[in-house]
């Protein structure tokens, strides 16, 4: 097995996306406002992970289940972690910029899930998967919209900025539950295909990579799943506090949703 090899220019995203977070932080800190260990500690390893996804062996990602395994951490994991270590906080001065006030539309739940579908999906195409194979540019391309997309799908129901009120614990739920359908549907086409999907792997490999799909997509789910379980209970808690207190039933309601005061601005 080769040597894990990383282009330089790889690391160059992560690490200034890592010095600027790091200096927001540190700017936040200095006016009374800290970001949380646990949001910073999110950050760090999910650019830690968008690194050692790129610096796999050649020979491995060239494998049909290496390259699963790296997209899946590009596409799914490092973003989940990445959006984690944000919040309304965090993103403030960017979001002074009109035009990237108009992208957060992308995170609106439904539009998220549509567009990492349909990026999912496309990307698994013979004709594109191929592509990125055989071009390196195509093949950043495919990696960084596995990224772009996973981040707003998984903002939906993170929510470092407040999303629509209609889309509670319930629906985060059955949101994740779409996606991980979308998923498994993929990863079965792949188990139980009669014949290789792409002719630059074999089948069994196809098969071994179509079944990490499906274990790591069960391993979120069920993580996910206890996660809204414990917030629900937390939040109806809270909301129900506030209620007996003689607190407006919209603002329990959003202390409940985001852990706040109920007089809290909004981002």
């Not at 993103?91 to 609106?108: D, H, S």
């Not at 079944?211 to 206890?226: D, N, S, W, Y």
Request: aromatic share 10%.
């Amino acid at each position: 097995m080769s040597a894990w090899t990383l282009d330089p220019v790889q690391v160059v995203p992560p690490a200034l996306y890592a010095a600027v977070y790091a200096k927001r932080a540190h700017t936040l800190a200095g006016k009374g406002r800290p970001v949380p260990l646990g949001k910073q500690a999110c950050m760090y390893t999910g650019l830690a992970v968008v690194v050692a996804a790129l610096a796999l062996p050649f020979d491995t990602a060239r494998r049909f289940d290496g390259h699963m395994a790296q997209h899946l951490l590009l596409g799914d994991l490092a973003p989940l972690l990445v959006v984690l270590g944000l919040d309304g906080r965090i993103l403030r001065p960017v979001l002074a910029f009109r035009p990237v006030r108009w992208l957060r539309r992308l995170a609106y739940p439904p539009v998220a899930l549509a567009l990492w579908a349909l990026n999912l999906c496309a990307w698994h195409t013979p004709a594109l998967y191929v592509a990125a194979l055989d071009h390196d540019l195509v093949h950043a391309l495919e990696h960084g919209m596995f990224f772009t997309c996973g981040a707003l799908m998984w903002a939906a129901v993170v929510e470092p900025l407040p999303g629509p009120r209609w889309f509670g614990t319930a629906w985060k739920a059955a949101y994740v539950l779409a996606v991980r359908t979308v998923g498994a549907a993929l990863a079965t086409a792949f188990l139980f295909a009669g014949r290789p999907v792409y002719s630059a792997y074999a089948l069994d490999d196809q098969r071994v990579a179509g079944g990490i799909m499906l274990i790591e997509g069960a391993v979120v789910t069920l993580i996910a799943f206890a996660w809204f379980f414990l917030r629900w209970t937390r939040e109806a808690e809270l909301r129900q506090s506030l209620l007996d207190a003689g607190t407006d039933r919209l603002l329990a309601e959003r202390a409940g949703r985001y852990g706040t005061s109920p007089l809290a601005p909004r981002p």
